[in-house]
C-alpha cells in the first residue's frame, strides 16, 4: 500500500504544478487579448509575459527552502491558495500597472508549487524510477500550458481576460485542496541508505553550473513558446485560436519528450548526458525552424515548429532531477529552487530581449540569433558530464541496498 501511494503523490503533485503551469505557460495565449484590451505594444506585452516569471525569481529559493523545513503539504495548499487570490486580482485589475502588480504577486506565491511538488516526487521514487517520475512531474509544464492554450483564447473570446484569469484561479483553488488531502511525508528511508555527501546548494558550484547551463537552454524554449502565437497571428495573418493550437501542439510534444527523456535517463542512470543531447538536437532544430521562418509554407513551418518546441521544453525534467539528486533528499527542495531560479531568471530576461530583437530585426534573424543560447549551454555543462559518469561509476562500486527496504533512495 505505501509503495502504490507515490503514485497518489505523483498524481497530487503533477496536478499542482500543471494549475500553476497554466498560468505561466498559458499567458502568451492571451497576448492578444492583453494587448486589445490595454493597448499595448509588443515589447509591453513582453513585460506582461515577464511579469510572472519575476515573481517566481523573487521566492523560489524561499519555497524551495521552507518545503525542506516544515514539508510539502503546508507550501503546496497555502502557496497555491493565495495564488488563486492574486489571479482574481489581476482579473480586477484596473490598469495595466495594476495588473502587472498582480501577475507579479501570483507568480510569488504560485513558485510555490514548482519545489514542493518536485520535493513530494522525489521523496516516494527511487533511483531507477526517479528520472521517469519527474519527467511525468514535468509534463505537468506543457499539459498545463497546452490546455491553457486551447482553452484560453475561447474564454477571452467569450467572457474577456477576466473570464480567463478567474478560470485559472478556480484551477489553483482545487489544486490547493487536493495538496492539502493527499500529499504525504515519505516513508523514512533506511539506516543503511547511502548519505549524499554534498555542499550545501547554494555553495555547491556544481549546482550552479547546472542552473546557468539550464538557463541558457531554458532561453529558446522560453522566446520558441512565448511568442510563436504571435509570430503566426502577426507575421502569417493566423487567427489567435489557430495560432495557439499550434502552441498545445509544442506543449504536447513537450509532455511526451519530457516522459521518454526521463525513462530513457532512468536507463543509462544519467541526467546531464541525455540532457545534453536533446539540447544539443533542439538546438540544430532551431537552426533550420529560422530558415524557414524566412517563408516557408505552413505546411512545412508548421511541423518544424511543433518538433523544434517540443525538443526545446524536452530537458527540464532531467535538469530538476540532476539538481535533486547532486544535493540530496533532505536538501532538494532547496536545489531545486536555486536551479529553477537561475532558469526563471532567464524567463524574466528572455521575453523583454526577444520582443527587442524582434523589433530590431525580423522574426528569422531574432529565430536564428536565438541558437546561440542552447549552443552555449552546451559548452557549459560540459564539465558535469564526467562528472556525473564518475558519480555513477562510484555507486556501482558500493553494495547494493535491497530494493525492498525504501521508496526513496538517494
Known sequence: MVVRYRWTILAVGTAAQAAFSAVRQGMPSLGPAL?????????????????????????????????????????????????????????FAPTFPALLAALVATGMLGASATGASGRAVMGWFGRRERGFALGVRQTAVPVGGGLAALTLPLLAGAGGLRAALLTLAGACVVA?????????EPPPAPANRPVVDAPAPMRDARIWRLGAGSALLVCAQSALLGFV?????????????????????M???????????????DRLELRVAPLRRLAGVGAALLAVTAIAALGAPGPVLVPLLVVTGALAASWNGLSFTAAAEMSGRERAGTAMGLQNSLLTAAGVVTPL??????????????FALL???????????????????????????RAPVPATVSVNPS
Open 229 to 249: 502565437v504571435l509570430f503566426l497571428h502577426d507575421e502569417r495573418g493566423w487567427g489567435v485560436a489557430q495560432a495557439a493550437l499550434v502552441l498545445a501542439a
Open 371 to 397: 541558437t546561440l543560447c542552447p549552443l552555449a549551454g552546451l559548452a557549459v555543462l560540459a564539465p558535469l558530464r564526467e562528472e556525473e559518469s564518475a558519480r555513477r561509476a562510484a555507486r556501482g562500486r
Open 35 to 91: 494587448r486589445t484590451q490595454f493597448g499595448l505594444s509588443l515589447t509591453e506585452v513582453g513585460a506582461a509575459l515577464a511579469s510572472v516569471s519575476l515573481g517566481i525569481l523573487l521566492t523560489l529559493l524561499a519555497w524551495g527552502a521552507l518545503a525542506d523545513r516544515v514539508g510539502e503539504r503546508p507550501v503546496l495548499a497555502a502557496g497555491l491558495a493565495a495564488t488563486a487570490l492574486a489571479l482574481v486580482a489581476a482579473a
Open 251 to 265: 506543449h504536447a510534444g513537450g509532455a511526451v519528450a519530457r516522459i521518454a527523456g526521463g525513462r530513457w535517463s
Open 176 to 184: 490547493a485542496l487536493a495538496a492539502w488531502r493527499w500529499v504525504r
Open 353 to 366: 530581449a526577444f520582443a527587442a530583437l524582434v523589433t530590431a530585426t525580423s522574426w528569422p534573424a531574432a
